[in-house]
């Protein structure tokens, strides 16, 4: 049998300059590159997220006050009439005095505050319809642009 033939497999020690060798972590320069893109990514994105979130908010409270008119509306069709300005919103959650036909609660929830912590103003009678309701917007005074615009139901 030929001398080839007879060493086995398993005899054969490898040439140590035949395995390459791995390296065990990242080196300092692709941390800083991935860093950097990172930092990229960010910098494009953040901005069109975070505008995006002002106007979910606008979008919430015009949805806050499209819900508000309707159980305005329902405490009309009831008691016949809009609460006045003293009683504010409130009546829709809680019986006014001298209400008989009061069918309420009008909201499943408590009187909501707009997305920015503001109350809602109300205003029966209004000056640009039966009745007034807004929120001043962001700022949470009257006017401005943008988020701070104010919401209005006119």
């Not at 979130?53 to 508000?68: C, H, Y």
């Not at 909501?112 to 109300?122: R, S, T």
């Amino acid at each position: 049998m030929p001398c080839w033939q007879q060493a086995s497999l398993s005899n054969m020690k490898p040439i140590p300059s035949m395995i390459p060798k791995r390296s065990s972590g990242f080196t300092l320069l692709e941390l800083l590159v991935v860093m950097v893109i990172i930092g990229m990514l960010v910098g494009y994105v953040a901005p069109k997220f975070f505008s995006q979130i002002g106007k979910s908010e606008v979008k919430t409270a015009r949805a806050q006050i499209d819900g508000l008119e309707k159980s305005l509306d329902q405490f009309r069709l009831d008691v016949g009439h809009y609460p006045p300005t003293e009683q504010g919103l409130a009546a829709l959650n809680e019986r006014p005095s001298g209400e008989a036909r009061w069918a309420g609660p009008y909201l499943k929830k408590k009187l909501p505050k707009d997305p920015w912590g503001h109350d809602y103003i109300y205003k029966f009678p209004g000056d640009h319809g039966d009745y007034d309701l807004f929120s001043y917007g962001k700022d949470g005074q009257l006017g401005g642009t943008g988020e701070d615009e104010d919401i209005v139901n006119w």
